[in-house]
Nanobody, 123 residues
Framework: QVQLVESGGGLVQAGDSLRLSCAAS????????MGWFRQAPGKEREFVAG????????SYADPVKGRFTISRDNAQTTVYLQMNSLRPEDTAVYYC????????????????WGQGTKVTVSS
């Protein structure tokens, strides 16, 4: 089992930045790819960013490319999502997820999930 706990959400204005954190415990963190997903009210959960086990491989959804950066600290068993130039359309609950081996962009590929942290961006 892998336990994931997100933090760092909040209410910000358009153009501001936030950094989300996801602390992992349980299985060997460095064996798991990590992903961030988000779900806005009335919408399906969508892929935001993913990072491979070593941190060298990353993947981003088109709407966040150039604004969001995913990173991981295997020693601290934590994954981060730095979000810059936030927009009202980034408002959602953000979830951290993990899976063995490589990055995946489909939520069903991730067996482990955190409880989510809410991000609200006002215009």
């Amino acid at each position: 089992q892998v336990q994931l706990v997100e933090s760092g959400g909040g209410l910000v204005q358009a153009g501001d930045s936030l950094r989300l954190s996801c602390a992992a415990s349980g299985r060997t963190f460095s064996n798991y790819a990590m992903g961030w997903f988000r779900q806005a009210p009335g919408k399906e959960r969508e892929f935001v960013a993913g990072i491979g086990v070593s941190g060298r491989s990353t993947s981003y959804a088109d709407p966040v490319k150039g604004r969001f950066t995913i990173s991981r600290d295997n020693a601290q068993t934590t994954v981060y999502l730095q979000m810059n130039s936030l927009r009202p359309e980034d408002t959602a609950v953000y979830y951290c997820a993990s899976r063995p081996f490589g990055i995946a962009t489909v939520s069903a590929s991730y067996p482990y999930w955190g409880q989510g942290t809410k991000v609200t961006v006002s215009s």
